[in-house]
């Protein structure tokens, strides 16, 4: 039966066969800016079709900034080098792009690659389990709205769902945040039918998302602000413009132009990460300084022990300041940093006893890395999880791939996404080096590829001890494994140029490929040893001089 289905399997992955429900070459997990580029990749330079798209979401495309719509959200990368480089975008209306002009890029992008008859919205994946005989994955769908499962088979899976998995309210807040009896909710899910005129409103959490929307909603003089915060934050200035339009011709017209730019942009950003290589240097010291006379220069004096980190600077991202740190002289905001101790039907209730009367109350606490629900079982069915746990923490291949699950690759998985840097560079760069992985695998010459556990350990051995001398040890933060003394799961401890420099081609030695024809061979050889056997029996029985030895 196994053989038969090997087979069977064999001539499949030959022809190239429209996809249908229940068989699909490649599966790509999300719709966010990786699954689309991935995409997109997967049409324009290996020309094939075979792939869907299961986003879990049912209001479309998008990721992160289909979800995001608070006001004041936008890209803290300029928009020339936050998109995507095979589509260069002229017309950036400002150096950091608002949220509502990445939303329409990427839909651009995805309508236009004729990506919509790929995609199915509204479906999970919860599970993908190997099948070793078969070498495809069988994966777990579940439709988002009527819970129904069912299962389609893949040959190769993309992770794309990106590093933020759920929007986090800190345990403790969770729990009692149902009894506040006004309106509530996270900045991830703004609710744009609630009016904040008139109302006072708790913002809990300073991280980016909250910097970037709290200035905008205390415009408003009527708007009451308490933000409770329990950490600071290290600041630059957002020196946000918007692009005349001379210079958005200049970068449609004059050849090179755009890419210089893009370079330029790139380039400078990436001198950023010295600041992160280690704490004890001539970057830490000046960034402290600099970034210490912004913080006494912009907030009020009152707030200014509370405000300026112990920690160094790059430890947790850095905030691109968008007025955040001027908004605090407002009449109409407050900061606090004595910790929430309960939340009350009206309000909430410090620690230090003071009772503080609320309407709303917003979340502003950004991600977690939190364990998602989907599943991965490869070889031998060993859960995804399971081996991280047994590695202390999320480990991979250039954030891309892991022992023992082949033809599965992730997008920003561990260890890949800069502490300064546009994502999608990074994404691009893994698009890349799969794309060049998974070419013969859809051309029916390989049947799987998986990272050689030596080379995992290797390059991971490489990144761990680069990345004790950083300054990512100093803090607690997404970067890290939540607890204290954390590996550090998130950040590439390098250049995005290095990254790119490593991982731009794969190294075969470091990946085991099962060819197609390999796996035949066990059986020609059987069968052309039986044929051998067989001419010789039938040539000694006609000869006459063979046969009579046996007996
Ligand atoms: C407010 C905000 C601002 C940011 N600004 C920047 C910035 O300026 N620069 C920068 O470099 N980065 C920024 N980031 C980081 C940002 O996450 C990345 O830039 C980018 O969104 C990553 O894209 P992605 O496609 O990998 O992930 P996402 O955009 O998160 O997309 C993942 C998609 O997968 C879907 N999904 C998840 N699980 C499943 C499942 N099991 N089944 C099916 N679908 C699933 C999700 O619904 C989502 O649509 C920002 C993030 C936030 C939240
Ligand atoms: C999927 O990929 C994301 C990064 O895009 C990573 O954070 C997550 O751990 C991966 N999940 C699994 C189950 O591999
Ligand atoms: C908390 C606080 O100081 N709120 C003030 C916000 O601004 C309005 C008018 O500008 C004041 O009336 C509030 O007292």
Not at 304 to 312: D, R
Request: proline fraction near 7%; glycine fraction near 8%; aromatic fraction near 12%.
């Amino acid at each position: 039966m196994s053989q038969l289905s090997q087979l069977k399997m064999q001539s499949d992955v030959d022809v190239v066969r429209p996809e249908t429900e229940e068989t699909t070459y490649v599966v790509i997990i999300g719709a966010g800016l990786a699954g689309i580029a991935a995409a997109i990749a997967l049409k324009e330079d290996l020309n094939f079709d075979g792939f869907t798209i299961y986003e879990k979401s049912p209001d479309g495309v998008g990721g992160v900034w289909r979800d995001n719509t608070y006001p004041g959200c936008g890209s803290d990368v300029p928009g020339h080098w936050y998109s995507l480089s095979r589509a260069p975008n002229p017309h950036w209306a400002s150096y950091y792009p608002a949220q509502g002009e990445l939303q329409a890029y990427w839909d651009a992008l995805w309508t236009r690659a004729g990506l919509r008859a790929h995609t199915r919205c509204g479906t999970e994946v919860v599970r993908a389990t190997w099948d070793p005989a078969a070498r495809t994955y069988a994966v777990e769908l579940e439709d988002v709205a009527s819970r129904a499962r069912r299962t389609v088979v893949a040959r190769v899976v993309i992770n794309a769902t990106g590093p933020f998995q759920a929007s986090r309210v800190p345990e403790d807040l969770r729990a009692a945040a149902g009894v506040f009896a006004g309106e509530s909710w996270h900045s991830a899910r703004w609710r744009h039918d609630v009016p904040l005129a008139g109302k006072r409103v708790g913002v809990v959490g300073n991280g980016c998302s909250a910097a970037q929307f709290v200035p905008q909603i205390s415009k408003d003089p009527s708007v009451e602000v308490i933000n409770f915060c329990r950490s600071p934050q290290w600041y630059i200035p957002r020196f946000q413009f918007d692009y005349p339009s001379w210079a958005k011709w200049v970068f449609a017209h004059v050849p090179f132009a755009m890419w210089a730019y893009r370079a330029f942009l790139m380039g400078r950003a990436d001198m950023v990460f010295m600041l992160f290589r280690q704490t004890e240097s001539r970057y830490q010291r000046d960034a402290r300084k600099g970034m210490t006379r912004y913080i006494k220069k912009m907030a009020p004096e009152k707030y200014h022990a509370n405000l300026i980190p112990q920690f160094p600077p790059g430890c947790k991202r850095l905030i691109v300041d968008p007025g955040y740190l001027k908004c605090l002289h407002r009449p109409n905001v407050t900061l606090t940093f004595d910790a929430i101790d309960r939340i009350l039907p009206r309000g909430v209730q410090l620690k230090t006893g003071e009772v503080v009367p609320l309407d709303v109350l917003i979340f502003g606490t950004g991600f977690s890395l939190m364990p998602p629900r989907l599943e991965i079982i490869g070889v031998g069915g060993l859960r995804l999880a399971d081996y991280w746990k047994s590695k202390g923490g999320p480990e991979a291949y250039y954030g891309l791939a892991v022992p023992n699950f082949p033809n599965y690759f992730m997008l920003l998985g561990p260890n890949s996404a800069g502490g300064h840097a546009s994502v999608i560079f990074i994404e691009e760069v893994q698009i890349q080096h799969t794309m060049q992985l998974i070419k013969p695998i859809l051309a029916g010459k390989v049947r799987s590829v998986a990272v050689r556990e030596e080379a995992s350990a290797k390059y991971n051995s490489w990144l761990q001890a680069r990345l004790a001398r950083s300054v990512w040890n100093f803090c607690d933060s997404y970067y890290r494994r939540e607890g204290t003394n954390g590996k550090i799961i998130a950040t590439f401890p390098g250049t995005v140029s290095l990254f790119w420099w490593l991982a731009r081609r794969p190294r075969y030695s470091d990946y085991e490929v099962v060819v197609s024809g390999e796996e035949r061979w066990p059986r020609l050889k059987r069968v052309s040893t039986l044929l051998v056997v067989a001419v010789a029996v039938t040539l000694g029985v006609v000869r006459g001089n063979w046969v009579p030895n046996l007996g």
